[in-house]
Nanobody, 127 residues
Framework: VQLVESGGGSVQAGGSLRLSCAASGYTISNHLMCWLRQAPGKEREGVAAIRSDGSTAYAYSVRGRFTISRDNAKNTLYLQMNSLKPEDTAMYYC??????????????????????WGQGTQVTVSS
């Protein structure tokens, strides 16, 4: 399983970025997928998740600004980030659970629920 993130960069507050996560060896449409982030000195946190049925979950801090989606044909996960704030600055990761592992609804944004991780892409938002 390989997850490769891209699309990070530097942007001013109020700007937008779209992150991508290309998967190989893993069919994302069949599984729960998650975007997580980690800022310097802080714990890793879940940002957005999408299940195989298309249902989504978002952290309160990004609700209404971020949108998680996927392109099944490209086997690629996306995170559209709008109205970015300096506090969104972090390394962003996509992650997936082991094949067959069930993740309860209350845990879809919990980092320990995920087993496969990409290398991350840096997002920096300046004020």
């Amino acid at each position: 399983v390989q997850l490769v993130e891209s699309g990070g960069g530097s942007v001013q507050a109020g700007g937008s970025l779209r992150l991508s996560c290309a998967a190989s060896g893993y069919t994302i449409s069949n599984h729960l997928m998650c975007w997580l982030r980690q800022a310097p000195g802080k714990e890793r946190e879940g940002v957005a998740a999408i299940r195989s049925d298309g249902s989504t979950a978002y952290a309160y801090s990004v609700r209404g600004r971020f949108t998680i989606s996927r392109d099944n044909a490209k086997n690629t996960l996306y995170l559209q980030m709008n109205s970015l704030k300096p506090e969104d600055t972090a390394m962003y990761y996509c992650a997936a659970p082991l094949h067959g592992r069930w993740v309860y609804r209350q845990q879809v944004l919990v980092p320990s629920a995920y087993d496969y991780w990409g290398q991350g892409t840096q997002v920096t938002v300046s004020s």
